[in-house]
T-cell receptor
Framework: AQSVSQHNHHVILSEAASLELGCNYS??????LFWYVQYPGQHLQLLLK??????LVKGIKGFEAEFIKSKFSFNLRKPSVQWSDTAEYFC????????????FGPGTSLSVIP | DGGITQSPKYLFRKEGQNVTLSCEQN?????MYWYRQDPGQGLRLIYY???????QKGDIAEGYSVSREKKESFPLTVTSAQKNPTAFYLC????????????FGEGSRLTVL
């Protein structure tokens, strides 16, 4: 069965600090990978996605993620965070042989201090 | 505007009562999903449906039921058999081809008194 783990439950950063949120998944086959974000009071929305090709993908608001197949990882990064990045971040995976089942990690709550 | 509409946004029920959460989409998406969100546990898959009149159990289906009589609609019933029903429920949909990219509704918060 697929599963997703996220390294940190809660991260607190000052504005302009760099961010890296860890995500690992367990599945031996080919996967699609996603990061979703949930800003306070808003619905979940897609931040970025990886299907194939260049393992470094760029998303909205300056976020990027790198897929490292050998490590089963898909870490999210941002060079300089802003107060408006305060949100809950979820890593998700679905197997390309089972398109319709999307499994989420437990989430990381990011608080950015002005 | 295209999107997913969940209702009600907030719902209170007494123990022992069934309650149905509505989810409607006008994105013409084939697949629809129900997730439950609890603090520190992320989103856990309850049920999903790939086509009309067909649905599959997710990881925590016990105590829940669904139907998919129309492409646009995927209601979730939280039955009295669900032991810990107080939670935030999210409905999502995914387009044809099933890349796994999900579009979410705003959620329904259920509180059992």
């Amino acid at each position: 069965a697929q599963s997703v783990s996220q390294h940190n439950h809660h991260v607190i950063l000052s504005e302009a600090a760099s961010l890296e949120l860890g995500c690992n998944y367990s599945y031996g086959g080919t996967v699609n990978l996603f990061w979703y974000v949930q800003y306070p009071g808003q619905h979940l929305q897609l931040l970025l996605k990886y299907f194939s090709g260049d393992p470094l993908v760029k998303g909205i608001k300056g976020f990027e993620a790198e897929f490292i197949k050998s490590k089963f990882s898909f870490n999210l990064r941002k060079p300089s965070v802003q107060w408006s990045d305060t949100a809950e971040y979820f890593c998700a995976v679905n197997a390309q042989t089972s398109y319709d089942k999307v499994i989420f990690g437990p989430g990381t709550s990011l608080s950015v201090i002005p | 505007d295209g999107g997913i509409t969940q209702s009600p946004k907030y719902l209170f029920r007494k123990e022992g009562q069934n309650v149905t959460l509505s989810c409607e989409q006008n994105l013409n998406h084939d697949a629809m999903y129900w997730y439950r969100q609890d603090p520190g546990q992320g989103l856990r898959l309850i049920y999903y449906s790939q086509i009309v009149n067909d649905f599959q159990k997710g990881d925590i289906a016990e105590g829940y039921s669904v139907s998919r009589e129309k492409k646009e609609s995927f209601p979730l019933t939280v039955t009295s058999a669900q032991k810990n029903p107080t939670a935030f429920y999210l409905c999502a949909s995914s387009g044809q081809g099933g890349t796994g990219e999900l579009f979410f509704g705003e959620g329904s918060r259920l509180t059992v008194l």
